[in-house]
């Protein structure tokens, strides 16, 4: 295993709204993140990549407060978010989980509506702001049309922008998704990245997702961390991560790495033992 | 929808208290209630009828809502409280406390609230977090032990308890009075508006745990809420016993009345409406004969039952 040099993580001199100080991070007495220290780039697109079971899920739960830190902070503005109010941090934080539940016989418009919730109190029911909220979110992920149709039946990735625009009527500064582009085929999967990037673009919505795909993550992330049991091996941009070394030791998997085609970001391509023997056959 | 429920529970309650083997007409009921003693007829209405109807109400709305509860927070049109053991852990504690303890009326009602939050928290240590198919084997398993424990106590009652215990197997509005009604009505009034504050987060719970909560909805309120339909359950139960099925039939009928879209006040509503028609059906159905309305409910409620599982409908993840 090769030492990688220490790269500078430039996401410790920007602001940062979130971030982790040293939070372990677990289900039960088994620690699945331990001692972890990192901050989020206000405005910027951070993608959390790493191998199964390297604890890049349990991060962003973490984050988004659905896990309460089994030591050290996760801290929202400087809070620790453990102790800030439910609805406080639904306003600031919205969350997309990996397996939302689609209710039954429910209508876009009505699943988009519910991302108000945060913003309704006892007294204080449906008004003109939450349905701007709605009409926006609708707009911003060209669902306008399907506002009226079931949810049940459209199409992966129809469903998939529905529920980013549940998440973006929430209006919240900071968006975190849990592999937003998992059970989609590769156009849906670009489709709702260029989805996510626009939003950042547009609104500088701070987004914070867990990606399986390396290349895609190359592409879209502005700030990469990449995690190997429980710990940050690399974090910084594409070109900083993206490297043979560190994609060998994060991934265990030997690759070459060479600029994207159409982006010019880093692509990784895997050596992989079936490619081996291949070009052992192929005379050059 | 609502209006439309509410109409047809005016109407189910009306007849209720008009019509069968004694009818009190509509002027003569007003009459009565307003105070004047009418022969006959005042001593059937203020005695049998219009306190059954009452109690059919409240039980029915109390059964309604709280499996509704149930069945939305746990995501599953199975995992009602009668299906999961709640309504017979009610009914247990409440046998053995008449049959062993020989005690009636607070401490009965006491005894029933304790053994459904009882049944409700074992069950809920036996599953652990996960609600689901496991919820409902579980609640299925501890039923069928909690129903030989009372089949046990059943044999070893005085033959005058009998009755009285068999009210706790079937459910029934028979041994219906006057205070069981203030009681009842006092503690709905205060579980009601808690209620409606707590469920405002349940369009959100709906969308699973972890959206629920990226929505601000607090981690225990999906808890605090189940408590109270389990409470719900208990208090009717101690009123009236384990009228089957209403809790599991209630929420899935007034979902469906309402474009699949779930709703408390709906089903509270079904609830009462079937409770007071079944308990017509079962006063009058056969000539002489006063069957206890859990009877009719349960012939209702089994072949739904099997529909559901029939059809696949038990679980609503996609």
Redesign the interface.
Known sequence: MPDLPALPDRSRTAGARLRTERVTLGYGDRAVVTDLTTAVPDGKVTVIVGANACGKSTLL?GM???LRPTGGSVLLDGEAIASLP??????TL?????????????SVV??VG??R??H?G?LRRWSAADEDAVAEALRLTDTLDLAERLV?ELSGGQRQRVWIA??LA?QTELL?L?EPTTYLDVAHQVEVLDLLAELNEARSTTVVMVLHDLNLAARYADHLVAMRAGRIVAAGTPAEVITEPCVSEVFGMACRVVPDPVTGTPMVVPLGRAARHRTQEVPA | MVALLSALLVTVFLVRITLGDFVVTLPDVVRIVTGTEIPGASYILMESKLPRAVLGVLVGLAFGVGGAIFQTTL?NPLASPDVVGVSVGASTAAVFTIVVLDQRGVALAAAAVLGAVGVAVGVRLLVGAHAGTRLVLVGVALSAGLYSAVQYLFTRADEWDTQIVLQWLIGSLNRVDWPTIQVLSLLLLVVVPVLV?LS??A??S???D??A???????RRADLLLLVAVLLVGVGVAAAGPISFVAFLAGPIARSLN????TLLGAGLVGAIIVVAADHVAAYAVPDVNFPVGVVTGAVGAPFLLWLLATGRTS???
Request: no cysteine; proline share 10%.
């Open positions: 739960r988004a407060r659905l439910s609805r406080q941090v639904a306003r919205g969350l997309l989980p990996q397996d939302p539940v689609t209710p039954e016989g429910v009505d699943l519910r991302g919730h945060p309704q006892a049940d549940m998440a929430q975190l849990d | 995501r504050v405002r987060s369009r959100a709906e969308l699973g972890d959206a909560a990226g929505l601000g909805v607090p981690p474009g699949g879209r779930t609503r993840r996609s």
